[in-house]
């Protein structure tokens, strides 16, 4: 594959046109702005940057609506203040309003509208479902509404996967407003989709970012091409099972108009868009780190190229940028995002011009293999972000001798397969997190020659105080403590990484934080 002759001029192929997209099965009669939205009872659940924007439409359409969530502070009552002057009856705020489906003017809800975070067995999501009655999230209204009368009708380009989804929908939105396009980042990235179609101008494309959480409460969408980037065991506790959480993310490859976008470096994600019902003429496109077949994205010695939107994929490949446009650090998953998200920026027509040009200005967001500082010839990096074992191996596949620092709340997964693969690459193990026992015992059990230090509960009568203070539910002093065991064994070449592979709420507010206490600890360490 390394002689596969690479232009800069190939001619993309032309789409033909589709089939019209498939309708939803559940109220199909509310599907437009003119649609019999007005005097629609709607209960919305949560009152995060999501549900507000729910709510208001809402409101705006001249629904009746209600919004309940558990908290009662003094944002949440500003903000449901704000709510009662356009429109919205009532806000019930507080932890007492969680056990049931309200009333919305005294009889039955028609419809819920549901904030990501709200679990399908919580009392009232589970009341509704029970009651038959419809629970959306806001991608879902937003796709049933279209644009704003008068605005342009953007193409959608969505995307969800385990990993990776902010830093792929981030560097997609920059392909297409290089590409002269108007275009906006939504969806799980903080933007509320319905904030982009109600824009009274419209957008030509938008990236759209989807969890597994605001699939799970989608029905249909219609997007111009959709991908999922990867797939791993993760929020098992949420869906209930890996099955259920697979399900939910395949939805985003359902009525796809143009290109369904997979990782050919997992298989089972290019079973998803087998088994996915999709408009006729669309296509699959992978990508992968490794040479790209035809209808692939790939890399070409040191280039990324595309052999799927040209007209003579069999024997070229479309040269789109080159690893040094990345900088002097591409890790493989970066560049696996990158080809992602070109796939999606070229199904929308963008040019290679346009993708060279945004990878070249892309800038790693913190947290997120973050260089936090360099030493005596070591490495110290801030991957707080990487939250799973999947995320935390695409770390450690970027480094040799490690000294990882890890742990925290695991959420169902297992960490066996993560071990095996990255034992050779380890050199010691500090495990922070109120109960890393089950990282602890995989280590033993898959690393036994690896050093570990933490792990174990705060109650073990066999632990030392040193086990006592990473698992203790200060993170700041677990973290600090973290940072002097590994500064004890550091040697020059090693690598400290802090790729926790788990959640941070049993010691921190959030993974920004644990990030800042990982970085104000080496900087204490690095002062004194």
Known sequence: MGDLPVTVNAHDSAAEPAEPARQPQIRPDLRGWDAPWSGLRAVVTGLGVSGFAAADTLAELGARVVVVDGSDGRKKRREAETLRLVGVEDVLLGEEHLSWLPLVGGE?????????????????????????????????LAWRLGARPGAKEPQWLVLTGTNGKTTTVT?????????GQRAIACGNIGVPVLDA??????????????SSFQLEYTELLS?????????????VDWHG???????????????????CVYNADQ??????????????????????????????LGMVDDLLVDRAFLDNRAHQALELASLSDFGPLAPQHLVANALAAAALARAAGASPE??????????????????????????????????NPHAAAASLRSFTDVIWIAGGLPKGVVYDELITEIAPRLRQVILIGTDSSQLRSSLERHAPGVPVIGGRLRED????????????????RAMRAAVTEAAKVLAPHHTVLMAPAAASMDQFASYAARGEAFIDAVAELMTD
Not at 227 to 232: F, G, P, S, Y
Not at 282 to 291: L, P
Request: glycine content about 6%; proline content about 5%; charged content about 25%.
């Open 461 to 476: 009568e066999h632990g030392s105080e040193i086990d006592a203070v990473l698992a203790g539910t200060d993170g700041v």
């Open 197 to 210: 179609i109600r824009d009274p101008e419209g957008y030509d494309s938008l990236a759209v970012e989807l």
């Open 267 to 296: 298989p089972l994600t290019e079973d998803m868009v087998a088994e996915a019902d999709v408009r006729e003429g669309c296509r699959a496109i992978g990508f992968t780190t490794g040479a790209p077949a035809r209808s692939m």
């Open 171 to 179: 560097l997609l939105e920059s392909m297409l407003l290089r590409d």
């Open 108 to 140: 039955p809800a028609d419809l819920v509208v549901t904030s990501p975070g709200w679990r399908p067995d919580s009392a009232l999501i589970a009341q509704a479902r029970a009651e038959s009655i419809p629970v959306w999230s806001e991608v879902e």
């Open 241 to 259: 099972s890996f099955a259920e959480y697979r399900a939910a993310k395949a939805k985003i490859f359902e009525n796809t108009e143009l290109a």
């Open 354 to 387: 346009s993708i060279r040009a945004a990878i070249q200005a892309y800038e790693a967001g913190d947290h997120r293999i973050q260089p936090v500082a360099k030493a005596d010839d070591v490495l110290w990096i801030n991957d707080s972000k990487a939250t």
């Open 223 to 235: 997007p111009l091409a959709s991908a999922v980037l990867n797939i791993a065991e993760d929020h």
